[in-house]
């Protein structure tokens, strides 16, 4: 029978995992210190150790190398409460098989025993070198956290790298991170706008161009591919690449050559790729505006960033990260009231992050110093609309319009409509708890916060609409 420690110091936990590892056929035994840890780890040489990072005295990170001293290389599950960049990716060159951010749901950490459980003994993975920071990528949120695992967990491998997500959320942060925390860091980050290329000379600057290429290549001219040697190339708005280009690029990244304009003989170069867009790629495919096979190519591990109207929690620590930076240029000291702040929760943020970077810029020049009240913050943004915006406000209208032809059958049937909002609730309500449920991995306390009712209320309705079975 296999062996699962459980190293937690709230027993809640300790008895939830307990009961799960049980009902997958293990035996189980709990620990409320990394300290009681090692010396358990000595008697019963567990299989799988499921470790919180922060335990009273040692923490769990500390207690790693000496568990994997006394248990041998056995696969850990990291779990904390507290997800950041460095941790995650000190999880990580620590070989921690799993780095699981609390609240986390029963199917999560199931899969991840089970994933444990059948890959025990399995050699570790090769560590990646840490640089000393990762400035400006900020926030506590569970979707943050989230971002912080996937980077650790990429930025060790050479894997492309595909990042997603709407204008002004921060892709290009994140790919500097996942660059720093690779065994590249020390080696050159190109970053490249595909978007702001000149159209005529696009080919030249990514792939270079020999004396006598065209009228005005008076000279050699290594391009950016092959400055980005040894490195990382970060290249953005990826989707505005014309297709004659992207045939090149493909051959370039699998068979790591490039040739230049006019060249003759193909110079070797080894390069990691990250790609970023705000376009959805796959409809360009099906649309035939992008190759299908440089896409797949380009896509190896996807990270999906979320925009700052989804991660609300997130909002505050990017006020006040901005706020420090502003006041170090400024030589000023500046915080928000909590009326500003209500402000800035009620926004829409179409522009995301850098949106609230401008904001709070204005509001210091007309604050000049100490509390930014209501007043000194600018109109929120009525000129941005983009795409995705637009298509939620045209969906609520068909739902509204759908609804009310509804409620006008029902009232001209003449059947009994005591109950008609009841009827409608118990229409519309369940898809809505399901897809809150299912957006947020099941995890009740983020859905909660997220319809704005109390987790107790959400378990109970899913448990009454049959959605969820604890």
């Known amino acids: 029978m296999a062996q699962i420690l459980v190293v937690d110091d709230e027993p809640a936990i300790c008895w939830g995992l307990k009961r799960l590892g049980e009902d997958l056929g293990c035996q189980v035994t709990t620990c409320g210190s990394a300290e009681a840890a090692i010396e358990t780890a000595r008697r019963v040489g567990p299989d799988v150790i499921v470790l919180d990072d922060r335990l009273p005295g040692m923490t769990g990170l500390e207690a790693i190398a000496t568990l994997q001293e006394v248990a041998g290389e056995v696969p850990i599950l990291l779990i904390t409460a507290h997800g ?39 050699d570790p993975v090769p560590a990646a070198t840490s640089p000393a920071a990762t400035g400006g990528l900020v926030g506590q949120s569970v979707a943050m956290r989230e971002i912080y695992r996937q980077v650790a967990m990429v930025a060790g491998s050479d894997v492309s790298v595909l990042l997603t997500g709407e204008s002004g959320v921060g892709k290009e942060l994140v790919a500097r991170a996942i660059h720093q925390y690779s065994q590249r860091t020390g080696k050159p ?216 032809h509804w409620a006008l059958e029902q009232l001209e049937s003449g059947d009994d409509c005591q109950r008609l909002r009841e009827q409608l609730l118990e229409i519309v309500e369940p898809p809505l708890l399901e897809a809150s449920y299912r957006k947020f991995q099941k995890q009740y306390v983020a859905a909660s916060r997220a319809l704005g009712m109390h987790r107790t209320t959400l378990r109970k309705k899913l448990a009454d609409y049959g959605i969820n079975n604890p």
């Open 189 to 404: 980050l190109v970053v490249v706008n595909a978007a702001a290329l000149n159209p005529a000379l696009v080919e030249s600057e990514l792939f270079g161009h020999v004396r006598g290429a065209f009228t005005g290549a008076v000279e050699t001219q290594h391009g950016l591919l092959a400055r980005a040697a040894g490195g990382t190339l970060f290249l953005d708005e990826v989707a505005d690449i014309p297709l004659p280009i992207q045939v090149k690029l493909l051959r370039a990244l699998e068979q790591q050559e490039i040739l230049p304009v006019g060249g003759q003989h193909p110079m070797r170069s080894d390069f990691r790729l990250i790609t970023a867009t705000h376009k959805g790629l796959a409809n360009l495919v099906q649309q035939g505006h992008f190759r299908h096979d440089l896409y797949f190519r380009l896509s190896g591990y996807e990270i999906k960033i979320p925009p700052l109207r989804e991660r609300l929690d997130d909002l505050l620590p990017l006020t006040q990260y901005f706020l420090q930076e502003l006041a170090k240029s400024s030589q000023r000291e500046f915080y928000l009231t909590e009326r500003a702040i209500c402000e800035l929760r009620c926004r829409h943020w179409p522009g995301n992050v850098r949106e609230l970077r401008r904001v709070l810029e204005h509001a210091v020049v007309v604050a000049r110093q100490g509390p930014i009240e209501l007043e000194h913050l600018p109109p929120p943004s009525s000129a941005i609309e983009p795409a995705q915006q637009r298509a939620t406000e045209n969906r609520a209208s068909r739902l509204a319009s759908a609804a009310g």
């Open 84 to 122: 950041d960049l460095p941790t995650a990716v000190e999880a990580m060159q620590q070989n921690v098989f799993e780095y699981l951010v609390k609240p986390f749901g029963v199917e999560p950490m199931r899969q991840a025993l089970q994933r444990a459980l059948q890959s025990v003994r399995e």
